[in-house]
């Protein structure tokens, strides 16, 4: 698998990407210290997988995901956080994220997420929901995430 990694913390970016790198399925690391270098890198690039911090300088994971959807591309995108803001999750999902979670698990927890998202199913972080928020439809999950 192709996987982008934009965060704006270099020092936890390079450590993802070296973790990433020793993975035997993952084939390249692409990396973006913002959201507008991710955007510059999707256009050049076909990725399999983005893995997009939330607040990053110059254009967020949010708007990112945003545009990947709006340019119709086939990559998954995974939105890490470190902190459950109101309204990120819910923008996030209205706009089909494919996994929301918290940076602080461990790769084999990153590598599942990502077989899951590549599979086509989704993965929040239940730490991160607020069953009230969420579009109705999506409520009667929220006890199952």
Known sequence: MKVLVAEDQSMLRDAMCQLLTLQPDVESVFQANNGQEAIQLLEKESVDIA????????????????????????????????????????????AGVDAYVLKERNIADLMQTLHTVLEGRKEYSPELINPERLPLKLRFLAPLM
């Open 51 to 94: 893995i997009l911090d939330v607040e990053m300088p110059v254009k967020t994971g949010l708007e990112v995901l945003e545009w990947i959807r709006a340019e119709k591309l086939e990559t998954k995108v995974v939105v890490v956080t470190t902190f459950k803001r109101p309204g990120y999750f819910e923008r996030a999902v209205k």
